[in-house]
């Protein structure tokens, strides 16, 4: 069994940051791509950023210049560091991985179970 666990969201006024964390564990044989996504009220659910096993990263428009992702594989943990918030960035952020379990075994997305964004003042 994989769990992906995120922590590090909260209440930030508009300009503010925040860095929010997911860590995964269980039975990994190789972790591939990871991001993370996020769904506002109403709305459906949107690539934030994401990042290759190798570092490629890959953001959305909406965040250019303001986020960033990162990731340490030693720890199978990926960061997203969101810097100059604003109103419209409020949403349940979700952590995703793309991973394989075992050897020889098809590699599938696991979730997290979101952490809560609000930017408001």
């Known amino acids: 069994q994989v769990q992906l666990v995120e922590s590090g969201g909260g209440l930030v006024q508009p300009g503010g940051s925040l860095r929010l964390s997911c860590a995964a564990s269980g039975s990994i044989f190789s972790m591939h791509a990871m991001g993370w996504y996020r769904q506002a009220p109403g709305k459906q659910r949107e690539l934030v950023a994401r990042?290759?096993?190798?570092?490629?990263?890959n953001n959305a428009d909406s965040v250019k210049g303001r986020f960033t992702i990162s990731r340490d594989n030693a720890k199978n943990t990926v960061y997203l560091q969101m810097d100059s918030l604003k109103p419209e960035g409020t949403a349940v952020y979700y952590c995703?991985?793309?991973?394989?379990?075992?050897?020889?075994?098809?590699?599938?997305?696991?979730w997290g179970q979101g952490t809560q964004v609000t930017v408001s003042s």
């Open positions: 990042i290759t096993s190798d570092g490629n990263t």
């Open positions: 995703n991985a793309l991973l394989q379990r075992q050897y020889g075994y098809r590699p599938y997305d696991y």
